[in-house]
């Protein structure tokens, strides 16, 4: 028999993916720095377990912990599979659990020292020698901050921020630096050790499927695109609101406040994508190229303007689901005049030519009313009101919302005649809900996101430009509040939608969506 | 879960219709946070003596049940139709949603089957894709429910003769996209070998191939044939008809450098589908995967001899698994199944 149509070595791709829902990742080893920590606990490991049930994990995959506590291997495997059966979104079947742990492997030690370095090197290479072949590396930083700079240094001085026949990649947890000037430090000092395409920053947003669902709607439908600018966009709000406070975490939220906490990274990559032209394919640079571009476009005030366009605020005590809560303050751990913000809200413009003109409101908090985060595109009105009659609410702008949590999901709201003899007009919703309209679960963000780290797909993640300019934009206002040590900080009562200070960032006519 | 029910003898598809939509109606407006799940539309052809043992394998399938699933039960000697129509739901907690599911039950007779589409389609949400599957056969009731059909749930392994099967699945996806239940059984050796051959060093053996040994359940040839034939559809093999050889099905496909044996054993195993592939390469490196628990063992002889074993992570999804999958995938498009089959249906014995 001859043959058709031969695979000649030439061929680069590979001919058996075609048609596969999940693509193959190259063997690896994942290192967790951090693996004692509650983010590795709660997301990470989980994450890892589901997909090992799935079979997403590649053909050959080892987990090393890297930690300061004192653990032998057996009793960290112990400590994995609680977290897995406490937090995974399934319950995990007892063998894949197994095969996935009986190897795992715990180095002990303080991040600086050496010797877990050169005992991470003598685990890795054994992997490799197991596996007959050397495997991808991945080091996943879920540790404080200052770490980052001291893990990459010293992967770096021991040789393991690159391998022969094999990728190495670094993760790199948020907060990325605490300002633009650190932010600028640590990716120099992380680009010392690690060439750009080796590091993932990662923003567990951008994992979400309603943010990449953004993206789908905006680039796959022409119903939009028309409307999506300055001719037809009145304005756009944008809400992350928490009910709860800040827990057990005062000691990073008196460092961090609302604005680092959230709007520096999740909020302004959420008006990223809402505001970016359409990137000619969807892949990592294009992507990201047209994120920077837009995030250029925002102008970042100066400190005199900062007071008209950002309003600050704490919680103060008060009632959430029925139950008193306290005010900031009274947290443990929170300085008794702290002026650390929990509430933020912003005004942004993109100057550009499909968006000038368009206020960008931004707002996040804690102890709010209730937890919803959501993208509001408000649409202006209509020109002339030929319909309206008395005896309803009368024609509103239309809406576009797109709802990141709790239901995940987009609704319009459109005009409609109410049922009767009159034309009488009200809002109602066509509403798109996840849960009615997809068989699929949607997996964890950082499910997504640690299969893209091992296949070195960046789509996702924060290139080093973006990331700058992100704090670019924060910079200032961070630096105004920074020395404005005199005004008090509005307080807003806890349960409630915010503080009043910030009705005046909107225009007239304009009010801040319910939450 | 909660349910609401409406049941009627000797009954017609536009009071069953009518029924769907006031129960709906009354449960919104009970709870404003329910809403009705608009995926798809699923209708399942059954012998009514056995439709327990179908209800049951959809119950297992879990999360992704239909929207809006009609089970009509065939009953000998039945003239008249009775059905029971369920809204089912579980009570959304806090500010969540809630989804609703819709199932109608219809008892009808032999003789409805030719005329079945207008008997389900008034049942049928619009504008939302509808599935069929008729596990027991009945010819005749597919064929009626053609015009209303997108994708047709077939099993290919259900049948004696695995020829016979693909050139019935051959034949409807005239009508329809085919899912096959034998072929979504290979998914997880696809998805294995596919990675296996991602290294960049173990790319160019894919042309190298000279053995590929599947060993299946014994009623579950049509997958065997089905992974066969994706290989050599995607590989681009220049295929011959398998012949029975020493026990086993054996054949001769050519690639560039030369034939390929094929061959196919049966195994003692539980579960449908394939129990373990064997590749071998001309440099002398074999890679073996077998079914385990908690997914695969793999086993890999090198070019100079050296052996290493792993396991490949992955859970069974069970058949109640694989009939959930089927579900889902009539969502999805898959363009390497046809070529799959058309290449199985070459390697089938005659």
């Known amino acids: 028999m001859s043959a058709t149509s031969p695979l000649s070595a030439a061929d680069t791709e590979n001919p058996l993916v075609e048609g596969l829902e999940r693509l193959p990742v190259h063997p690896t080893a994942l290192v967790i720095f951090g693996a004692t920590g509650d983010l590795a606990h709660r997301k990470l490991l989980p994450a890892l377990y589901n997909l090992a049930h799935e079979g997403q994990l590649p053909e050959r995959f080892e987990v090393i912990g890297v930690g300061r506590r004192t653990h032998e291997d057996e009793e960290f495997r112990d400590t994995l599979v609680d977290s897995i059966e406490r937090f995974s979104r399934r319950r995990p079947d007892p063998n894949v659990l197994e095969g996935l742990l009986n190897e795992a492997r715990y180095v002990q030690g303080s991040f600086d020292d050496d010797e877990i370095y050169s005992e991470l090197t003598r685990t890795l290479d054994e992997f490799d020698q197991t596996a007959g072949r050397r495997l991808d590396r991945v080091f996943y930083l879920s540790t404080a901050p200052e770490f980052f700079p001291v893990i990459a240094g010293k992967l770096g001085a021991v040789g393991l921020n690159q391998s022969e026949r094999a990728s190495v990649r670094i993760v790199i947890e948020k907060p990325f630096g605490y300002d633009l000037a650190s932010a600028r430090q640590l990716n120099a000092q992380l680009l010392d050790v690690f060439e750009e395409h080796q590091i993932f920053r990662i923003d567990h947003y951008l994992g979400k499927e309603t943010v990449q669902n953004l993206m789908a709607l905006r680039f796959a439908n022409a119903l939009f695109e028309p409307v999506w600018n300055r001719n037809y966009i009145d304005h756009v709000q944008i809400t992350a609101a928490e009910d709860i406070g800040i827990g057990g975490r005062a000691g990073y939220y008196e460092h961090a406040g609302a604005l680092r906490d959230l709007v520096q990274n999740h909020m302004l990559q959420l008006l990223a994508l809402l505001t970016m032209e359409p990137p000619t394919a969807f892949d990592a640079d294009r992507l990201r190229d047209e994120k920077l571009k837009v995030l250029e476009a925002i102008v970042p005030p100066s400190l005199d303007e900062v007071e008209a366009m950002a309003v600050r605020a704490q919680y103060a005590p008060g009632v959430v689901g029925g139950e008193e809560v306290p005010g900031y303050r009274e947290e443990d751990g929170v300085a008794r005049y702290s002026r650390t913000e929990t509430y933020a809200a912003l005004r942004l413009h993109v100057s550009n030519w499909r968006w000038a003109g368009v206020p960008f409101y931004l707002r996040t908090g804690k102890r709010l009313s209730r937890k919803l985060t959501e993208i ?8 002339h009101m030929a319909l309206q009659s008395s005896g309803s609410v009368g024609i509103q702008a239309n809406q576009l919302v797109f709802t990141v949590q709790p239901d995940e999901g987009v609704s319009v709201s459109i005009g409609a005649k109410i049922p009767g003899t009159r034309m009488r007009i009200r809002p109602v919703n066509m509403e798109f809900r996840y849960g009615t309209s997809f068989l699929s679960e949607s997996p964890e963000a950082y499910e997504r996101l640690i299969l893209d780290a091992m296949r070195g797909d960046a789509t996702l993640f924060t290139r080093n430009d973006e990331i700058e300019a992100l704090w670019s934009i924060i910079d200032p206002i961070l630096e105004a509040w920074k020395q404005d040590k005199s005004s008090t900080i509005p307080q807003y009562e806890a349960g409630t939608p915010g503080p009043r200070e910030a009705n005046a960032l909107l225009a007239p006519g304009q009010m801040w969506r319910r939450l | 879960m909660s349910e609401d029910v409406w049941a009627a003898q000797d009954t017609h598809p536009d009071a069953i219709e009518a029924a769907l939509r006031e129960l709906l109606r009354e449960r919104h407006a009970a709870n404003e946070a329910l809403a009705p799940a608009r995926v798809l539309n699923l209708i399942v052809v059954v012998d009514r003596e056995w439709k327990g043992e179908i209800a049951n394998r959809l119950e297992r399938a879990g999360r992704y049940h239909a929207s809006r699933t009609v089970l009509c039960a065939v009953e000998e000697g039945r003239t008249t139709l009775d059905a029971v129509a369920t809204v089912s739901y579980e009570e959304p907690k806090g500010s969540a949603l809630g989804v609703m599911h819709e199932s109608v039950e219809i008892d009808l007779g032999p003789d409805h089957l030719r005329a079945l589409q207008t008997i389900c389609d008034p049942v049928l949400v619009g504008e939302i894709p509808t599935v069929v599957w008729s596990p027991h056969g009945h010819p005749e009731a597919v064929e009626a429910l053609c015009p209303l059909m997108d994708v047709l749930l077939l099993d290919s392994d259900e049948m004696d003769d695995p020829a016979e099967a693909f050139a019935r699945a051959e034949r409807l996806r005239k009508h329809a996209y085919i899912v096959d239940l034998a072929w979504l059984r290979t998914t997880p050796w696809r998805e294995r070998l596919a990675a296996t051959f991602d290294l960049p060093e173990r790319l160019e053996a894919l042309s190298e191939i000279e053995e590929l040994e599947i060993r299946h359940r014994e009623a579950s040839m049509a997958s065997a044939l089905l992974l066969a034939g994706w290989l050599s559809s995607r590989l681009h093999w220049e295929r011959s008809q398998l012949r029975l050889w020493d026990g086993r099905l054996a054949g001769q496909p050519g690639q560039g450098n030369g034939d390929v044996i094929v061959s ?43 052996e290493h074993a792993w396991k490949i992570l992955g859970a069974s999804r069970g058949e109640g698994g694989i009939l959930g999958e089927g579900i889902r995938q009539a969502l999805l498009r898959d363009p390497t199944y046809l070529p799959s089959l058309e290449a199985a249906r070459e390697l089938s014995p005659a």
């Open chain 2, 264 to 306: 196919l054993h049966t195994a003692e195993q539980e579960a449908p589908g394939l129990a373990g592939v064997t590749v071998a390469c001309a440099d002398g490196t074999t890679l073996s995967l077998q079914r385990g628990e908690g997914g695969l063992d793999a086993h890999e002889r090198d070019s100079e001899g050296a």
């Open chain 1, 376 to 383: 509001a595109v408000i649409l202006k009105q209509i020109p």
